[in-house]
């Protein structure tokens, strides 16, 4: 058993995981027609097209639409793309993710908590209407997408599948994919990911994985770090015996462990700690909790000699649960009004 065995158990355990959490998570599919400004554009039967109908004069008829649901985030990354069909008169496409509240009519990235790479200057917005120096410009034919790096925090900008840069995830929250078209003519087709993307995003998910992996395998970790966070774990909450098999398990080949003090006790008789935290843990979740104070008194004094202690405290408040539990209404609210009160003195 060594460190190379875990995190070979770690890479496939977590591979699995993601595929799990990838399933459960509902993705974006098609546009949203009710959040959207749809005076200034009009959307394709199917909802995945849009093509901008208003005269683009003003910084607030701007056509944008969000996607029917948010990026999902229980994985490494997420990513779509949008299709430049016609950048109409002044190219003013947009591309970027916005939160709940966006106040549609205006471009992403230009109001508060939303960011837009710009199609007419290449510039990317980041909740502000001065834009930052960010990629190429991108006009009609170019294919331009979006993503989240949930592992790095960033968000990632491709055009024709070639990754353009990263900038910082400012924005907490739900984020939805949004496109937008600011000028006449203009008509853009989005990708959800039910067709193929122009940037290959499964190669850079494995290639952002690959990176994360790395980092981990680097990190130095003391010749049996691990095997004590398990054993102190083990130990903590009394599962003896777990850890007495555990214990039997490493013993040729780990060193010895020290356990240091834990709530000022200091650990010297491992069974004798296991075995009282155990019988603690039996009457806790029996709801004894009498019996388990007078214990704590009997076998670890110093943790209860103040009657306002916060362990105190949480017995009795767990000791009010139980009587609640069983339906004693009357003796709960005297407990309570009686020593629940006089801890918080």
């Given at each position: ?256 462990i020290y356990f240091a003090q834990e709530d000022g006790v200091e650990v ?78």
């Amino acid at each position: 058993m060594n460190s190379s065995h875990f995190i070979h158990k770690f890479r496939h355990s977590s591979n699995r995981e993601d595929m799990a959490n990838e399933e459960e998570e509902e993705s974006p599919t098609e546009l949203n027609t009710i959040n959207s400004s749809g005076g200034f554009l009009i959307v394709s039967p199917d909802k995945v097209s849009l093509k901008y109908t208003g005269a683009g004069q003003h910084g607030h008829d701007v056509g944008v639409v969000q996607a029917n649901k948010p990026a999902p985030f229980k994985r490494h990354a997420y990513y779509f793309e949008m299709y430049v069909k016609d950048a109409g008169v002044k190219g003013r496409v947009a591309i970027g993710f916005t939160t709940d509240n966006f106040k549609t009519g205006r471009h992403p990235g230009w109001e508060l908590n939303t960011c837009g790479y710009h199609g007419e200057d290449g510039l990317i917005y980041l909740g502000k209407r001065q834009g930052e120096a960010f990629g190429p410009a991108y006009t009609t034919g170019d294919t331009v997408g979006a993503g989240i790096n949930y592992d790095s925090q960033e968000f990632f900008f491709t055009v024709n599948g070639t990754l353009v840069g990263t900038v910082s995830k400012y924005i907490k929250g739900p984020l939805f994919p949004t496109v937008a078209v600011h000028s006449q003519n203009e008509e853009v087709t989005v990708n959800f990911g039910l067709e193929k993307f122009a940037f290959d995003f499964k190669g850079y998910e494995v290639s952002e994985r690959n990176k994360q992996q790395i980092a981990i395998e680097k990190t130095s970790i003391p010749p049996n770090m691990n095997y004590r966070l398990v054993k102190n774990y083990l130990l903590h909450f009394g599962y003896e015996e777990t850890f007495q098999a555990f214990n039997l398990a490493t013993k040729s080949t780990v060193p010895p462990i020290y356990f240091a003090q834990e709530d000022g006790v200091e650990v010297q008789d491992t069974a004798y700690a296991l075995n009282e935290r155990k019988i603690l843990r039996q009457l806790i979740g029996k709801g004894e909790i009498d019996a388990a104070l007078a214990k704590l008194r009997d076998c670890y004094p110093q943790l209860v000699q103040d009657d306002k202690s916060e362990v105190c405290f949480l017995l009795r408040c767990q000791k009010f649960i139980e009587l609640v539990r069983i339906g004693a209404l009357e003796v709960a609210v005297k407990y309570g009004r009686v020593e629940l009160a006089s801890s918080l003195v």
